[in-house]
């Protein structure tokens, strides 16, 4: 690969903004290529748009980079799409703001389109489980030499594998914000589409998260969507002389633990977003950054939780979330703390 001034990269993976007209961010990894298209509202693209911002920074240690982007779509009240991204090595975390700021209507809202190309084997698909119930298994498909339809349903997927030939694979997610995905179910008359496609060839993953009836008003508000996207090849990481880190969760309060709808809490299963946790697994995080320690965490599943509070949303009594992109965030922070100590964290 080439790197050029609107690039970011990393070990064995290039993301380049913008290469075409109709393309946000044009991602490789290994032989995978993703492309990443841009919003749509209805008949009017981001594609269109006007960009106000292209930002890349990057962190003096090279151990994470960002983009921001800004665009008007120049057309009718002229909507504003904002975007972060955040890469790191092994993962992509988006946020996509969409401000309508005056009275419209649109057919729909798509958000951020999906093509993975490669030789490609096969895809696991993961559906989004009730609030204090474990992550499901994949459910794995090959694909064929025929475009297959995958997945078609008017609720979300948690997330989808793609994997090659090769056994490397990228993983399309929704983020924490599970109930903004599935908003159209609280919107009278509002639909929802959510497809995955595939081939041997390339594999697309389409998401309306909102397709308005007639006459909609669907203006003067903001819409936010937050997915993540994660590479990986199925080799385990060494790390035989590592210490391995644990925390008790006995020791903390029983907030820590997913809590369903009826307000019941699960044991064994500790949502990441609660403070509690996340103020000890930093604690155990620098206490091995001051001695230049080299930790192996041994990750649990991602748990589903329903506690509002840990979305600082104390004003609710359930909402719905997964702790994946905080578990991505932590796991990043940990990395470059212990690696300016002098050590290293992997996860597993």
Not at 50 to 57: E, L, S, W
Not at 283 to 288: L, N, W
Request: proline share 5%; net charge negative.
């Amino acid at each position: 690969m080439e790197f050029e001034e609107k690039t970011v990269s990393g070990r064995n993976w290039c993301a380049e903004l913008s290469p075409l007209r109709n393309c946000l961010l044009k991602f490789e990894f290994n032989s995978m290529t993703a492309l990443i298209r841009g919003i749509s509202l209805g008949a009017f693209n981001e594609s269109g748009g006007i960009v106000n911002k292209q930002q890349i920074h990057r962190r003096a240690d090279g151990l994470g980079q960002d983009c921001h982007f800004e665009t008007v779509i120049p057309f009718g009240v002229e909507p504003r799409v904002r975007r972060d991204v955040e890469f790191t090595d092994g993962a992509m975390r988006f946020v996509t703001d969409i401000g309508i700021g005056g009275k419209c209507t649109y057919d729909d809202i798509e958000v951020d389109p999906v093509e993975i190309e490669g030789t490609l084997k096969r895809v696991g698909l993961v559906r989004v489980p009730e609030s204090g119930r474990p992550t499901p298994e994949p459910e794995w498909l090959e694909l064929g030499a025929e475009q297959t339809v995958l997945y078609d349903e008017g609720k979300p997927f948690l997330f989808c594998i793609v994997e090659n030939t090769e056994g490397q694979r990228l993983t399309v997610g929704s983020g924490d914000d599970l109930w903004r995905w599935n908003g159209a179910s609280e919107l009278e008359g509002v639909n929802a589409e959510f497809q995955i496609t595939g081939d041997t060839a390339k594999v697309s993953i389409v998401r309306k998260p909102c397709i308005f009836p007639a006459e909609y008003p669907c203006g003067n508000r903001s819409w936010r969507y937050k997915w993540f996207m994660t590479w990986d090849d199925t080799a385990p990481p060494q790390t035989g002389d590592w210490e391995e880190l644990t925390i008790d969760p006995e020791e903390l309060s029983d907030n820590i633990l997913a809590m369903d709808e009826t307000g019941k809490r699960h044991a064994g299963m500790i949502c990441k977003y609660a403070p509690a946790w996340r103020k000890a697994f930093k604690k155990a995080i620098r206490s091995a950054a001051a001695r230049g320690a080299r930790i192996h965490y041994r990750d649990d599943a991602p748990v589903f939780c329903g506690d509002a509070s840990h979305m600082e949303r104390n004003r609710k009594n359930f909402l719905p979330h997964w702790d994946m992109m905080m578990r991505l965030e932590l796991y990043q922070w940990a990395r470059q703390t212990l690696q300016a100590g002098g050590g290293d964290f992997k996860v597993e």
